[in-house]
């Protein structure tokens, strides 16, 4: 599967964005998906992520309550609506993708996911 992430910007602290995943290549329901995000000299990490039917959610402590990830499978599409953004989040965000199911326990170990795209920059000034 080919994914492509998308929506980033320039923003002000406590705006919000919308970032989309586009995959083509395969059956997008047949996939758990995820955001990680890097920052510049930092290593990446685990933002969100959902399983096969987008109902099993997970997110890192530094963006729950403010995060939202979601998918339309109909669009082969994921989503991560960001609100209330913090200087902190500025980061490149990318999606990734694995194939079949996956347990809560490993949604945030970047190792499960065998998919990943070029992200998307965002950046929020204070």
């Known amino acids: 599967v080919q994914l492509q992430a998308s929506g980033g910007g320039l923003v002000q602290a406590g705006n919000s964005l919308k970032l989309s995943c586009v995959a083509s290549g395969r059956t997008f329901s047949d996939y758990a998906l995820a955001w990680f995000r890097q920052a510049p000299g930092k290593e990446r990490e685990f933002v969100s992520a959902?399983?096969?039917?987008?109902?099993?959610?997970r997110y890192a402590d530094s963006v729950k309550g403010r995060f939202t990830i979601s998918r339309d499978n109909a669009k082969n599409t994921m989503y991560l609506r960001m609100n209330s953004l913090k200087p902190e989040d500025t980061a490149v965000y990318s999606c990734?993708?694995?194939?079949?199911?996956?347990?809560?326990?490993?949604?945030?170990?970047?190792?499960?996911?065998?998919?990943w795209g070029q992200g998307t920059q965002v950046t929020v000034s204070s």
């Open positions: 959902m399983d096969l039917s987008g109902v099993t959610r």
């Open positions: 990734e993708a694995r194939y079949g199911r996956i347990v809560f326990s490993s949604m945030s170990q970047a190792g499960v996911y065998n998919y």
